[in-house]
C-alpha cells in the first residue's frame, strides 16, 4: 500500500531551523501534488504547504518568507525547511500527497519550539 514517512521533527529553541522530509512509496511521486499540514492540540489540522509536479508552490500566509517547501522526484521525497520558527509553530507536521480524488497522509512528525 501507500506509504509516506515524515521525518526531522524535534525540539528547537525560537528562531531555529529543522527540515522535514517526507519519503512515499508505491505512488507514482512525480505525478503528485505534496502538501504538508500541521496540527497543534486541540486544533483542527491545518495547510502549511503545498508544491505541484509541476514545483509550483503556495504557503500559509503566517509561514511564508520563513518555511520553503520543495521536492526530489529522484527521491520520491519532499522537504519543508523551517526557518526562524516561533512557538506557535509548534505542531504535529504532516505530509498528504493528492492525484486526482486520491490523498494519502503520513503518520505526522512532531515539531516543539519551545526555550
Known amino acids: 500500500q501507500v506509504q509516506l514517512v515524515e521525518s526531522g521533527g524535534g525540539l528547537v529553541q525560537p528562531g531555529g531551523s529543522l527540515r522535514l522530509s517526507c519519503v512515499a512509496s508505491?505512488?507514482?511521486?512525480?505525478?503528485?501534488?505534496m502538501h504538508w499540514y500541521r496540527q497543534a492540540p486541540g486544533k483542527q489540522r491545518e495547510f502549511v504547504a503545498y508544491i505541484t509536479s509541476g514545483s509550483a508552490t503556495d504557503y500559509k500566509l503566517s509561514v511564508k518568507g520563513r518555511f520553503t517547501i520543495s521536492r526530489d522526484n529522484a527521491k520520491n521525497t519532499v522537504y519543508l525547511q523551517m526557518n526562524s520558527l516561533k512557538p506557535e509553530d509548534t505542531a504535529a507536521y504532516y505530509c498528504a500527497a493528492e492525484f486526482g480524488t486520491a490523498t494519502y497522509w503520513g503518520q505526522g512528525t512532531q515539531v516543539t519550539v519551545s526555550s
Open positions: 508505491r505512488i507514482n511521486f512525480s505525478m503528485y501534488t
